[in-house]
């Protein structure tokens, strides 16, 4: 059966593609380097449209109108500029009630677009630029450490991580926060309270890592400035140990922190990366692989929810489960050496 | 069915879930069409593989595993037709639930009429309604514009205009949905179906025609005021979904070549087949069908005089389970647990299943967990449902669930036949039937997979129904009675066969089983109380009723309608445990 993979390694290479949502510039070139949080695209579309009835504002039916306006779709018209004038002794006229550009005329009316929105595509990680996909972004390419989280807030950043948990099951508390934390990225442990979030606004930290969230605080996390990464789930969890690892061994280092919101259909996971300094290009790891016996697998699901193990042996056919459900399974022996038979469907590799 | 009349196809029927990809098939064997087995692998929709034809050779892979059977060739591709050497299938159907909620436009002239008629038409699919428009919206064009950028439909839905009727009016809706298709990039452009005043067709090809993804027209749905004629719109509805899940899904258009274009929505073929059943079977009663699964819940009805299907997302057991709560309380979800949970144990139940939908729960806490929000979303289903069920349906009370026989279960929160109790206990406080109905597990998941086969090869669904591919739970019977809780309300006897007979007197607030074995039949006389209805009006029984048995038997249920669970925490849990014990349940 295929395993998905989630991604926890001390050193690998890593390449991304990063795109805009809709059609843009894009702002590098190849082989340029980039920061995680320099902007690699960017996207303007008006704000808001307006619709003008000129055949109505003229009192001419719509084929007068048309004959009698003066814009042209992509025209430029400043606030208050003349799209049209009716005809006799005391013409009434129509115009542009704001600055705009006019997309559409016809059957009357005139359609203008007003105001802009604009949209910078970050890069997400440090790397640098091995492909331009024009208009819509960039490849970038890698290397270094790669934690995985299992949900973000959207939001990039990158800074100092600095460790603030003892143990993989350390709560992260208000108390803990002092300046010497402003502009870093905190390992934090379980957040269970909103007035955490709130301390480190108030600092500011550069961003957060968390082992867990409460689900009460999700709606406040996404409102946070500052990207928040969780590792392992929405509840109350300690953080795995391979992470945990991997952070704890790089706290004081530079990383970048991409909490992009997770998005299955286009593959989107919140990231950590750890650049680090190579001297022959690590291999990139594999995506996808098949359950078999000596895997690293971290389980998603009751029992030994989180943790870490490796598969023992896959069990022929199907197992009944203690809930009764009969499913494809394997023994997996846990890090305190107790096994349990997990069914498949609940791991996923850990590589 | 005379076996002249088979042609000897065999048939594979995949089904892309949001979870799950199953293979089945369905074969002759001894001149009838048989259910042989089915292959299930993990689906493929999400990164990295985005390829659900990938899913779908896995699951027919293991389909291969188990029969011993070649079906796909070197290069993994469905050999078709059959080869001399018994290799392959002859045909393939496909039906498809897997991706996100389709984003729905849907448009009408007036609110409860046309609207709701298109609100209703819709609900047949995979959908999510993001916007509706008619003439009391009290948005400018351009702020309707706005919005259908912002949002970005997938599909506009426009109904509207009574056959002769208005046509200026449907005119100033379409305005703004071409203006706004115009602007958006082709790619991003909404398919279009027009289910209004069929006059009007040429004009609105004109108007949006060459804007829209694909435009598509059906029958007038509204074609007066009084009347409403949605399953011919269900139908070309079905068939843009299509188009649109293979603009979406990578490897489903693979699928569906494969397929010769035979592939439908699930929920639409569910519909399908419970269309068929209620009119081969033709009882007074409703025929209902429920699917809970990852991607949504599914009820289907069969009326005398119409039916109804409907496809709710919101309530699907996978990615979506968090937004549950937009619909329901942590509270409501509670009020269904024998265990004292604390209210946060469900709260992480539902974003952790959102983080992982193809997980299943391993452990007893965790499938009593899992349970709850099955429960509570299944009975929100059926409570929308039930708003447009039709009036002249037969039921005991207007109020309650009108009287189904048979009911059928299926998806995978419902239909696993290693706990056929528990299953049931699921149902029967989400769905509340009453009167007497035969209770089906569609353990194997076919309704979708008959309904689509039903399009190539009639014969076969009628041959496999009655082969016993479905699983039986027994015959359930349940008064709609109030009375004080411990006092008797039915009395029943049950004359087996073998002339044994067993007797059970029900008391209110309680659940009784008389066994009755699967295959067997028996025959069971009813004594109600005073005032208890079980389909025959008050107070009035039933004698020599002929019933089948099942899995568990005959259930009795003798709770009320609508279920009444005490406001006493302890109390409740405490008779949520009985009643849990008393269908065999943990």
């Known amino acids: 059966m295929l395993a998905p993979v989630h991604h926890i390694i001390g050193l690998t290479t890593i390449i991304r593609e990063r795109l805009l949502p809709v059609s843009g510039n894009v702002l590098v070139r190849v082989q340029q380097k980039v920061t995680a949080g320099e902007a690699i695209a960017e996207a303007r579309w008006a704000r808001e449209h307006v619709l003008l009835d000129v055949a109505r504002l003229l009192g001419v039916s719509p084929a007068m109108a048309d004959s009698l306006i003066k814009c042209q779709v992509d025209d430029k018209l400043a606030a208050s500029a003349e799209i049209a004038v009716g005809r006799g002794l005391f013409p009434r006229s129509a115009r542009a009630p704001r600055e705009g550009r006019v997309v559409a005329v016809g059957g009357g009316q005139v359609l203008m677009e007003v105001g802009e929105s604009k949209m910078e595509l970050r890069a997400g990680l440090p790397g640098t630029v091995i492909q331009v996909i024009p208009t819509r972004g960039v490849v970038i390419q890698s290397h270094g450490g790669l934690v995985q989280g299992v949900w973000g807030n959207g939001r990039i950043d990158s800074g100092l991580l600095v460790n603030l948990m003892q143990t993989p099951d350390s709560a992260l508390t208000p108390d803990r926060m002092d300046v010497s934390l402003r502009g870093s990225i905190i390992m934090g442990g379980m957040i269970r309270n909103l007035e955490t979030l709130q301390a480190l606004a108030e600092l500011p930290a550069r961003g957060l890592i968390a082992s867990s969230i409460h689900p009460s605080l999700i709606s406040k996390a996404r409102e946070m400035r500052y990207p928040i990464l969780v590792t392992d789930g929405i509840g109350s969890l300690p953080m795995n140990s391979a992470a945990y690892k991997l952070l704890s061994t790089n706290a004081k280092r530079e990383i970048a922190l991409n909490a992009e919101t997770l998005d299955r259909y286009a593959g989107a996971k919140p990231e950590i990366v750890i650049p680090l300094p190579t001297s022959s290009e690590p291999p990139a790891p594999n995506d996808m692989e098949s359950f078999a016996p000596g895997m690293q697998v971290r389980i998603r699901r009751p029992p030994a929810h989180g943790m870490i193990g490796s598969i023992v042996s896959i069990k022929p056919g199907l197992t009944a489960l203690p809930s009764g459900l009969r499913a494809q399974a394997a023994e997996v022996k846990l890090e305190n050496n107790e096994t349990i038979v997990i069914p498949l469907v609940n791991m996923e590799v850990v590589g | ?586």
């Not at chain 2, 109390?571 to 065999?584: D, H, V």
């Open chain 2, 1 to 586: 069915m005379a076996a002249s009349i088979v042609t000897g196809n065999s048939l594979l029927a995949l089904d892309v879930g949001a979870a799950n990809t199953r293979a089945a098939l369905f074969d002759v064997i001894e001149g009838e069409y048989r259910f042989v087995a089915c292959g299930a692998a993990p689906s493929t929709v999400d990164a990295p593989i985005r390829d659900v034809s990938e899913g779908a050779r896995s699951a027919i892979q293991a389909l291969q595993d188990i029969l011993k059977r070649t079906m796909l060739d070197v290069s993994r591709s469905l050999i078709l037709p059959s080869q001399p050497d018994g290799s392959g299938v002859d045909a393939l159907v496909v039906t498809v639930s897997a991706g996100p909620a389709v984003k729905t436009l849907v448009v009408g002239l007036l609110r409860d009429v046309s609207l709701d008629s298109a609100r209703r038409l819709t609900e047949s699919t995979y959908a999510r309604i993001v916007d509706s428009m008619s003439l009391g919206d009290q948005r400018k064009p351009e702020q309707q514009i706005d919005s259908i950028l912002r949002l970005r439909p997938d599909m506009v839905v426009i109904a509207g205009g009574t056959d002769g009727g208005a046509s200026r009016s449907v005119q100033k809706l379409l305005d703004p949905i071409g203006l706004a298709s115009y602007l958006l990039p082709e790619e991003k452009r909404p398919a279009v179906l027009f289910a209004g005043n069929e006059k009007l067709i040429e004009e609105v090809r004109a108007l949006v025609g060459t804007l829209a993804s694909t435009l598509h027209f059906s029958s007038n749905i509204r074609p007066s005021l009084d009347i409403e004629d949605i399953p011919p719109a269900e139908s070309e509805l079905a068939q843009m979904f299509v188009k649109i899940r293979k603009k979406q899904l990578r490897g489903l258009d693979i699928l569906d070549h494969w397929a010769g274009g035979h592939t439908l929505p699930t929920a639409y073929a569910t519909g399908r087949m419970v269309r068929f059943l209620s009119n081969v079977y033709g009882s007074p009663k409703g025929l209902l069908s429920v699917d809970l699964g990852a991607s949504s819940a599914v009820i289907a009805a069969g009326f005398k005089s119409k039916s109804v299907l409907k496809a709710f997302p919101q309530f699907g057991q996978g990615e979506g389970l968090p937004g549950l709560l937009q619909h329901t309380t942590l509270e409501n979800i509670l009020r269904w647990s024998a265990l004292d949970l604390p209210p946060d144990a469900v709260l992480e139940y539902l974003h952790q299943k959102a983080l992982y939908p193809a997980t299943i729960p391993a452990t007893k806490e965790d499938f009593a967990v899992a349970q709850l929000a099955a429960k509570e979303a299944l009975y929100l289903a059926m409570q929308l449902a039930r708003r447009d069920f039709p009036k002249d349906s037969a039921f005991i009370k207007p109020t309650l669930t009108p009287l189904f026989d048979p009911i059928i279960a299926g998806g995978a929160a419902l239909s696993d036949a290693s706990r056929p109790g528990s299953s049931l206990l699921l149902l029967l406080d989400s769905v509340q039937p009453v009167g007497i109905a035969t209770v089906i597990l569609d353990q194997n998941n076919l309704m979708p997979l008959l309904g689509a086969a039903a399009s190539v090869n009639n014969i076969l669904p009628v041959q496999v129904l009655e082969s016993g591919a479905f699983l039986s739970v027994g015959t359930i019977v349940c008064p709609v009675v109030a009375a004080k809780h411990g006092a008797s309300i039915l009395k029943a006897r049950v004359m087996y066969e073998n002339g044994a007979e067993a007797s059970v007197d029900l008391k209110y607030g309680t659940i009784e089983i008389l066994p009755l074995a699967s295959g067997e039949t028996g025959r069971i006389t009813i004594q109600v109380s005073r005032g208890a209805d079980i389909g025959y009006g008050p107070g009035r029984g039933v004698k020599n009723l002929s019933i089948s048995g099942g899995a568990l038997g005959v259930v009795f249920d003798g709770r009320g309608r609508p279920l009444d669970l005490p406001g006493d925490p302890a109390r409740r849990r405490e008779l949520l445990q009985k009643w849990n014990w008393a269908l065999g349940g943990g």
